[in-house]
T-cell receptor
Framework: SAVISQKPSRDICQRGTSLTIQCQVD?????MFWYRQQPGQSLTLIAT?????????ESGFVIDKFPISRPNLTFSTLTVSNMSPEDSSIYLC???????????FGEGSRLTVL | GQNIDQPTEMTATEGAIVQINCTYQ??????LFWYQQHAGEAPTFLSY????GLEEKGRFSSFLSRSKGYSYLLLKELQMKDSASYLC???????????FGPGTRLSVLP
């Protein structure tokens, strides 16, 4: 299994500001995944972060709103830009591993936008 | 596209057995995963099915029928700590796509 650390674990932000979430993995991985979980909802994939290339965004998510960096095989950041209250969610970093290729998740970053 | 459906909420009694169903529609199916998520925590992996049949893992079992697009998670000897959301997820496109269902919130009562 992989150990994934996320920072910050939670934050309260003002409308119109941006926040960068960091994700550190204890092993080298090709792909890192960023998910969003809105209150009471399931997980929605925002984008896949590939080392050495641009992130791949899912329908409904754009790079200007959620820029991603992937400087090496163990680290990634997700920025939530120009935040609004609708961005209040838990943001989860994830990697694949294990015998079944299951996903492992970081502890999540709970953002509240006022 | 993909469509995954689960019951929204279920309630069961401590010591009982509960079955949580998941139906899905997808192309290029690679596997079905079950996750447990306690309130305020990240999801944790429970089980995986890629072939039809039952996979047993202690108190938890998971079943898959690919022809019916159907899976269930069976929890036996329920404990209070099993109160959580249970998420069904489907992998497709050679594992490149991983889509989660809406989740089932299970409440275990004394």
């Amino acid at each position: 299994s992989a150990v994934i650390s996320q920072k910050p674990s939670r934050d309260i932000c003002q409308r119109g500001t941006s926040l960068t979430i960091q994700c550190q993995v204890d092993s080298q991985v090709t792909m890192m995944f960023w998910y969003r979980q809105q209150p009471g909802q399931s997980l929605t994939l925002i984008a896949t972060a590939n080392q050495g290339s641009e992130a791949t965004y899912e329908s409904g998510f754009v790079i200007d709103k959620f820029p991603i960096s992937r400087p090496n095989l163990t680290f990634s950041t997700l920025t939530v830009s120009n935040m609004s209250p609708e961005d209040s969610s838990i943001y989860l970093c994830s990697v694949k591993g294990g015998f079944a290729g299951e996903l492992f998740f970081g502890e999540g970053s709970r953002l509240t936008v006022l | 596209g993909q469509n995954i459906d689960q019951p929204t909420e279920m309630t069961a009694t401590e010591g009982a057995i509960v079955q949580i169903n998941c139906t899905y529609q997808t192309s290029g199916f690679n596997g079905l995963f079950w996750y447990q998520q306690h309130a305020g925590e990240a999801p944790t992996f429970l089980s995986y099915n890629v072939l039809d049949g039952l996979e047993e893992k202690g108190r938890f079992s998971s079943f898959l029928s690919r022809s019916k697009g159907y899976s269930y998670l069976l929890l036996k000897e329920l404990q209070m700590k099993d109160s959580a959301s249970y998420l069904c997820a489907v992998s497709s496109n050679y594992g490149q796509n991983f889509v989660f269902g809406p989740g089932t919130r299970l409440s275990v009562l004394p």
